[in-house]
């Protein structure tokens, strides 16, 4: 049932979900909050309009989940507290200041869940998660690229680096990590060794197509109750369906297909999130936003 000190009912406001708006740390299920960054980004930038953007097509998601028959609001208490604070010049110290951020809230119990924003800010979130919970995480990470460069022109907080500096962290249990929905072209073979050598399980989305989720479903069971994180890159869906995003990424998942992975991981025991490389000024209708939105609130009736 909902924390008694925050109403499940709808703001009248443009915030997430129209949740609450709540902008004092307090007790709650989950904290939700953008993070408007996208100086990480190598390609095409615009995702640090991502979170305004997702709050306003957010606002028709509806609370009740049809399949799950459970309502949202009623099960969490939850609220959008706000943006977190930026560094618009350096990665590096707006990572710091995200996860500062995001400290103030899970240390009043909250989990929480970032909306980006490029794939650098999914960095803050995994160190206050992972310093907060005191053990490494499992990690599930949907996206077209492994995001495990070291670096990018002497630059090591990119959109190409945040699973690597997670791993080298120590944030994530290397018997727990699986990528899906990894596709090419990439730049060398040399883009997958990293991961590879370090634990990453690696499930490309030919792979899927050809062979179907049994290795997803093995990797779902064999958590148990160890915490997770999950860190969702939009463009692992094909810009057919998500258009709005810097580096698209040709012949991924149709929309109806990563619900349908996205719910393999109902029952887990998720302790932090994040979506991130919405870029509403590459989208069309709002389509990417939207999308975004609805995966977010699929992740949230994990």
């Known amino acids: 049932m909902p924390n008694a000190r925050v109403s499940p009912r709808y703001s009248g406001v443009c915030s997430f979900f129209r949740f609450p708006v709540v902008t004092q740390a307090k007790k709650l299920d989950w904290a939700v909050y953008g993070v408007p960054f996208d100086q990480g980004t190598t390609y095409r930038s615009g995702a640090r309009f991502g979170p305004r953007s997702i709050r306003e097509q957010s606002a028709y998601i509806k609370p009740y989940h049809l399949v799950y028959r ?3 609001i009623e099960r969490y208490s939850l609220a959008d507290v706000g943006d977190c604070p930026i560094s618009p010049f350096s990665l590096e110290e707006t990572t710091r200041l995200h996860e500062e951020f995001s400290q103030s809230w899970r240390k009043s119990g909250a ?26 995480m499992a990690l599930i990470h ?15 907080y990119s959109h190409a680096s945040p699973i690597r500096r997670g791993i080298e962290a120590g944030y994530f249990d290397k018997n727990s990590m699986i990528s899906i929905g990894i596709k090419g072209p990439l730049n060398s073979e040399k883009d997958l060794e990293w991961g590879e050598k370090n634990g990453v399980q690696l499930v490309g989305y030919d792979e899927w197509r050809s062979q179907g989720d049994q290795r997803i479903r093995d990797f779902t069971n064999h958590l148990g109750n160890r915490p997770a994180y999950l860190t969702f890159d939009i463009d692992c869906i094909d810009p057919t369906y998500a258009p709005g995003t810097g580096t698209p990424s040709v012949g991924g998942f149709t929309s109806a297909e990563v619900i349908d992975l996205v719910r393999i991981f109902r029952g887990i025991n998720l302790q932090g999130a994040d ?23 699929e992740i949230l009736n994990l």
């Open 70 to 72: 459970q309502s949202l």
């Open 111 to 136: 989990k929480t869940f970032a909306i980006g924003g490029d794939h650098s800010i999914a960095v803050g979130n995994m160190s206050a998660t992972a310093k907060t919970l005191n053990q490494p």
């Open 142 to 156: 949907f996206d077209s690229h492994t995001d495990t460069v070291d670096e990018l022109w002497g630059e090591k």
């Open 275 to 297: 979506l991130v490389e919405v870029s509403p000024s590459l989208d069309s209708a709002n389509i990417t936003s939207l999308l975004a939105a609805q995966i977010i609130f």
